[in-house]
């Protein structure tokens, strides 16, 4: 559960960045940072990563928000997908220089929303796989291709990126990965879907606010300096002086630590769990083990007083380059894995109808006396 300061606590001096600061009532993650237990709709991680698929997990996280078109939200993304197909024209008429996140944001701008009946929630969450996989092959200079309605979507998604289907244990990793990062508490992108929504700004408007949000390095960027550690590493006996000389430089050892979490991040407990389940002949995941390993005693012997444990970005990295999802692709995918919670988060501010209006402290010049 998350602590709040009561009213009388809460200060200028120690609200800053509304740390502690309650703004929101919700019904669709809790996060106990004391304990390492994150809940959603009142089931903790473990028994919907790797048990549901990733619509079943949504349809959990949304129900009573979200009026499903038929009852089957697998059906109902496939059709969105379909849809969402029509808008890759203006993907690939954007500038030749866009990043794959940033054309990803052209296509839900080109989105067509108003055709249908179909829920907003769905149209917009249900595009995402297809627009990921579209901006990448344009990167490529491929044609994109087509998406499979019949097809779950994680399967689609990689179809669709990778040009042929892909493994069965490939599929289950990235289902598992979505699932996992389905929504955690009112992190950055998610109250900046927060903010937009409560001016009472469409979905569409709240989830490209929050993929700005996203976009940045603070929040969205931290699996892809883990491959790059690993690398330096390079084999599983260098983990030890490795770890040494970067901590003893004063570097920031990339996976370990999270502003919540003063323990073990569940979610990456879950992610190594998937590891498992992958072809086990790959090098990369013995050398994050000796990584891992060697990282938390010296994290332990270098700094007692803080905790500092393994967080979802250092097995996010791994499990998703063992399936060969590019690193420059770990944000757009995150986007994919998070839009159904900043959608459920637009329809829980809007619904509460109250607009979000914090307040700040002056701290500049005076007018003269």
């Known amino acids: 559960m998350t602590k709040a300061l009561k009213h009388g606590e809460l200060t200028p001096a120690n609200a800053t960045g509304l740390e502690g600061v309650i703004v929101a009532n919700t019904v669709l993650s ?47 993304f496939g059709t969105a997908r379909v849809r969402a197909f029509a808008g890759v024209a203006a993907m690939q008429a954007a500038p030749a220089d866009l990043t794959v996140f940033e054309r990803m944001r052209v296509g839900l ?26 901006a990448q092959r344009i990167k490529e200079g491929l044609s994109p291709i087509a998406p499979d309605s019949g097809l ?51 979905m569409r408007d709240a989830v490209i606010g929050a993929m700005g949000a996203l976009k940045g390095p603070l929040h969205g960027g931290a699996p892809g300096p883990v491959l790059d550690m690993l690398d330096a590493v ?6 030890d002086s490795w770890i040494e000389q970067e901590l003893s430089s004063g570097a920031r050892l990339m996976g370990f630590g999270h502003r919540v979490y003063r323990t073990r991040d569940p979610r990456a407990d879950v992610l190594k769990a998937g590891l498992r ?4 002949d790959n090098p990369k995941l013995v050398l994050a083990e000796a990584v891992e390993s060697a ?26 380059d063992a399936v060969e999802i590019d690193r420059s692709l770990f944000t757009p995918l995150f986007a994919v894995g998070r839009t159904p919670g900043w959608c459920a988060h637009v ?4 619904a509460a109808g109250k607009l979000i209006r914090p307040a700040s402290r002056y701290v500049g010049p005076k007018p003269d006396a």
């Open 109 to 134: 701008s080109a989105l067509s929303l108003h055709e249908t009946q179909t829920p907003d929630a769905v149209a917009i969450s249900g595009a995402m796989p297809v627009l990921l996989a579209a």
């Open 347 to 350: 329809l829980e501010q809007q």
């Open 152 to 202: 779950r979507t994680a399967e689609d998604l990689l179809r669709m990126l990778l040009g042929t289907p892909a493994p069965g244990h490939a599929v289950e990793a990235v289902d598992r990965y979505l699932v996992t990062i389905l929504d955690h508490g009112l992190n950055a992108s998610t109250f900046a879907a927060r903010v937009i929504a409560s001016t009472q700004a469409d």
């Open 30 to 76: 809790d996060i106990d940072g004391i304990k390492g237990e994150l809940l959603l709709r009142g089931k903790p991680i473990e028994a919907l990563a790797g048990h549901l698929s990733f619509e079943d997990a949504i349809a959990h996280l949304w129900q009573d928000l979200v009026s499903l078109p038929s009852g089957d939200l697998r059906r109902a």
């Open 234 to 239: 390079g084999q599983p006996d260098n983990a």
């Open 295 to 320: 990282a938390l005693a010296a994290l332990a012997k270098a700094k007692p007083d803080r905790a500092l444990d393994t967080n979802v970005e250092f097995y996010t990295a791994v499990l998703l």
């Open 277 to 280: 389940k992958l072809p086990q």
